[in-house]
């Protein structure tokens, strides 16, 4: 069995790699000419766009992997049926439960390689994109109108929320156009802080500087305003780098705990947090999808050579494939506009199609 196991693995595993292998050189390119064309408008030169384009890479295979499983799955097998290289391994003793177990656990390495990128290494590198695009840009959000926070804090025994607009990054913990809304337990404006730029420390502690502090004093007998210009200010926050970052930057650049942490901080904010949960799901269960692919691919070893039309199956094959990605993508717009449950959302699209490879399987080898 060893030798059906190094047999099937090694066929496998060289498809699925150079399929992968394909499909991150088409997107390297594509990355490539459109840095290019960005870079390119302040003087910089093509090794910059390939430096930023290789580091968007990691992205792209995590994204791609699950559909490089399923083309690759579906070729080898194919191919081996179409030889009849399966069939001898099935008079040999490969049983279709033997068969199903050496490649769930094949899958199984592929749904950790998938969670693996999607966690550690790719987020490490999108992040490090995003402060390389800035460092050569000027600006880490590209582009995007800024992001509004939300903080409470008990100060002197009352209650304060603040809303907090911020611009821009220029990098992690470097915001620029920062506005801070003070409002008291009955949501009364209390005051507001301009700064043209804060720098978030470790703890939490904001610091602002060119600030423009005005103040409602509603209590006094002739309500008044007051507006003083500091240099400098120090704000405490309950805002740290991670939401803040978060906030600012795509879902990509997070790790499924760092979601799971954003999500908390919203409910914990009574803000929505329906858009984040299912993103936080979706990531959770997107390694699995290795194992829908795989199981979609299973029935093609057992489809018969001689019986012609194996070439259009492969391609009905790989277009259900590419159907499970579009539902995937499509059940969680549909969640997010429904307010369906976060987990039911990402988990539905994968239990139906392993349900539906499954009954396939069933049935190629009990009827034909």
């Known amino acids: 069995m060893k030798t059906v196991r190094r047999l099937l693995y090694r066929e496998l595993l060289s498809a699925v790699f150079f399929v992968a292998l394909a499909f991150l050189s088409l997107f390297y390119f594509i990355d490539f000419v459109d840095h290019l064309d960005d870079l390119g408008r302040k003087g910089l030169g093509a090794g910059k766009a390939a430096w930023l384009a290789l580091l968007e890479q990691p992205g792209h295979f995590y994204e791609l992997f699950p559909i490089a499983v399923l083309i690759g799955s579906i070729y080898s097998l194919a191919r081996l049926a179409q030889s009849s290289e399966f069939t001898i391994l099935r008079t040999g003793g490969l049983g279709p439960q033997r068969a199903l177990s050496l490649l769930t656990a094949l899958a199984l390495g592929f749904a950790a390689l998938t969670f693996i990128v999607g966690d550690y290494i790719a987020p490490g590198f999108e992040r490090y994109g995003e402060q390389e695009h800035a460092r050569l840009t000027g600006s880490l959000s590209r582009g995007a109108s800024g992001a509004w926070l939300k903080d409470k804090q008990t100060i002197q025994g009352q209650e304060r929320s603040f809303s907090v607009h911020v611009g821009r990054a220029l990098a992690p913990g470097r915001l620029e156009q920062v506005r801070i809304f003070e409002f008291d337990a009955q949501g009364a404006l209390l005051s507001r802080l301009e700064a043209a730029g804060a720098e978030v420390q470790a703890d939490g502690l904001w610091k602002l500087r060119e600030v423009v502090r005005t103040q409602w004093n509603t209590q006094a ?3 008044r305003i007051q507006d003083d210009k500091l240099p400098t200010l120090d704000w405490a926050s309950g805002l740290d780098i991670a939401v803040i970052g978060a906030a600012l930057l795509p879902a990509k650049t997070m790790s499924t705990l760092d979601l799971y942490r954003y999500t908390r901080h919203l409910s914990a904010q009574e803000q929505s947090a329906q ?7 979706r990531k959770a269960f997107y390694p699995f999808a290795c194992l829908v692919m795989v199981a979609l691919a299973l029935p ?5 050579g001689r019986a012609g039309g194996i070439s259009l ?3 009905g094959g790989i277009m259900l494939g590419i159907s499970f990605v579009l539902l995937n993508n499509l059940a969680g717009h549909l969640g997010m506009l429904r307010g369906w449950t976060p987990w039911a959302v990402a988990a539905t699209p994968s239990l139906i199609y392993m349900g539906i490879s499954l009954a396939a399987f069933g049935w ?4 034909r």
Do not use: D, S
């Open 300 to 304: 093609f070893a057992y489809l018969h």
């Open 364 to 367: 190629l080898v009990r009827y």
């Open 275 to 281: 858009q984040h949960n299912i993103q936080f799901w």
């Open 313 to 315: 199956k492969v391609f």
């Open 221 to 223: 007998p002739v309500p």
